[in-house]
């Protein structure tokens, strides 16, 4: 949503898929999971009056409103893609099956997966650290609005200090807030390391990909 309070910022839009072909310009194969927070968050749905479940399909429809967003900004700056959905919306997008998601990898388009898993109580980390495991990524990106882990809020606490590699053991032990417990998990029993870095910074992207230590490492150790 950018600097706005809710929506679609074409700006923020533009500046994502700028720094998205930066990196397919280096032969890299990208999968991409994006929330959609800025239009419905499913776990706040109960203080509306709306049950959860409801709720968390709700979310998994605004995820493929972004997804959709983005699948057209990435298109106009040149890139091909394909857009997998987790819950069945054939108008718009295919079906999530892994061999056909890991093909059009091989084809060099790149995949953008909306709609969560298809299934309500599981968060968009848990989608991109499950789909990583399906496609065999190498790692998991995860692009925020801070510069990687800190031992407290920096937002909040300006006597935070940065992490810039754990283990994903010392991670629960400082019981650091990095993804949900599934998705942690998921990708620590599969020994897939996540990279936790501010998105929003020009070239971050392909600094990371080209091997700049950027961001928090998360690792097995």
């Known amino acids: 949503m950018g600097e706005n309070n809710y929506g679609i910022d074409p700006n923020r839009l533009q500046q994502y898929a700028e720094e998205i072909k930066k990196v397919k310009e280096l032969g890299v194969e990208i999968a991409i999971v994006i929330g959609g927070g800025n239009i419905f968050r499913g776990v706040q749905a109960e203080k509306t009056g709306i049950d959860r479940v409801q709720g968390d399909y ?8 972004n997804a959709m967003a983005l699948q057209s900004a990435l298109e106009q700056n040149g890139m091909f893609t394909r857009l997998m959905s987790g819950i069945k919306v054939e108008s718009v997008c295919e079906p999530f099956i892994r061999r056909r998601a890991i093909r059009h990898l091989e084809k060099g388009r790149i995949v953008i997966f909306g709609a969560g898993i298809g299934n309500p109580y599981f968060t968009t980390d848990s989608t991109a650290s499950l789909r990583a495991v399906e496609i065999e990524a190498e790692v998991v990106l995860k692009g925020t609005r801070v510069d990687g882990v800190y ?6 606490d300006k006597s935070a200090t940065k992490y810039s590699a754990l283990s994903f053991q010392e991670a629960y032990e400082k019981n650091l807030n990095i993804m949900d417990m599934t998705a942690f998990t998921l990708c620590q029993e599969n020994n897939l390391p996540i990279i936790v870095f501010d998105m929003n910074k020009e070239d971050n992207l392909a600094k990371l990909i080209q091997g700049e230590e950027i961001g928090t490492l998360i690792t097995t150790l």
């Open 58 to 65: 709700m979310g998994m429809l605004a995820t493929l409103i």
């Open 151 to 156: 031992t407290a809020d920096p937002e909040k």
